[in-house]
């Protein structure tokens, strides 16, 4: 088998090796991995900055799909041709996180889904939908879970207002699935022609940021003064201030991202004024991920991304890091 590893932090450290292919044991399924989707938490692991203790070498990336290429002793829930998917942490099927369901997540705590097969275990699968492709499915994991979580956080009911930033993976698929809950979706870019990309998909009203750096008055002005009901932050600390005001009174944030930096202090008194909520979306289980991919089957929803062959990692590592992308980056093992 062949994969992609890094020995020392860095892009460049990035190395195409060669492994012996492993054999499942008890419990255990062989993948043959087909497609690969990037995350930035990918790149923040590959240039140590999410966590500069982590053993290495390591195998990164949480996201890929494949085919079932041989099961282990005991394994009763997979056969040879299943098309699936990973879970993001193979310890989280069901209930709260806990710090054991915690590890065990791929491209961290264990090597990821960056090599041309895997060995999971059989709880640590889940099966595609029907009408997606392998490249459309291993977009699914890490993104779109995220972005289903971040929106079950405001337990909205149709027609409530939904503010997303940016264009990314998670972006995209929250104004996808906010669509399906029947909301009003908000979003805000840097680039035109990515708004009018995100208009085609389901986006409400959008705003340039360069151009009106304001857009937390926007979004006020766009809901009658009174804010919207949840806002799926990416940024972090330096638009959490602006988040923070976008709300409604008793308003979510659904905090998922740590992209943006600011010397701006975090305002304490805008979290009591609004009587905010603020809640942290790490991913999900892997039941989460169940009930997701039963939304997307019977939608018919289809993820929205750019495929690249897989021996141009470095280069796809890279574009996100320049944030020149719309939706997700996809490697397609050749």
């Known amino acids: 088998m062949f994969a992609w590893q890094f020995s020392s932090f860095g892009v460049d450290s990035l190395d195409f090796v060669g492994r012996t292919t492993p054999t499942p044991g008890p419990g255990e399924v062989l993948v043959r991995v087909r497609a ?62 806990t710090p054991a369901k915690a590890r065990g997540a791929l491209g961290g705590d264990i090597d990821g889904m960056l090599a041309d097969h895997v060995v999971l275990k059989e709880t640590g699968l889940v099966r595609i939908p029907d009408h997606l492709s392998l490249q459309e499915a291993a977009t699914l994991p890490c993104a779109a879970v995220t972005a289903w979580n971040a929106l079950g956080a405001g337990k909205l009911k149709p027609g409530a207002s939904v503010l997303v930033q940016g264009t990314g993976g998670v972006a995209i698929f929250a104004i996808q699935f906010a669509r399906l809950h029947g909301l009003r979706v908000l979003g805000i870019s840097s680039s035109p022609e990515k708004l009018e990309r995100a208009l085609s998909l389901g986006l409400d009203a959008g705003l340039n940021y360069r151009e009106n ?33 976008s709300i409604r009174m008793g308003g979510v944030i659904a905090q998922v991202g740590v992209l943006a930096d600011t010397a701006e202090p975090l305002p304490i008194p805008s979290i009591l004024h609004k009587q905010a909520r603020i809640q942290g979306i790490y991913v999900g289980s892997r039941k989460d991920f169940l009930e997701m991919n039963r939304a997307i089957s019977l939608t018919q929803l289809r993820p929205v991304g750019e495929n690249f062959p897989w021996t141009q990692a470095r280069e796809v590592m890279q574009k996100m890091e320049e944030a020149s992308h719309f939706g997700k980056l996809v490697l397609t093992v050749e």
């Open 36 to 97: 690969i989707s990037l995350n930035y938490r990918d790149l923040l692991m590959i240039k140590g900055r999410y966590n500069p203790k982590m053993a290495l070498p390591r195998i990164p990336c949480s996201d890929g799909a494949g085919e079932v290429a041989e099961v282990g002793e005991g394994v009763t829930a997979w056969k040879t041709g299943d098309r699936v998917a990973a879970i993001f942490m193979q310890n989280w099927f069901d209930g709260a996180l």
């Open 213 to 245: 750096p304001n857009w937390d008055r926007w979004a006020l002005e766009q809901t009658g003064g009174e804010g919207v009901d949840l806002v799926v932050e990416v940024g972090g600390v330096g638009t959490l201030p602006r988040s923070l005001r």
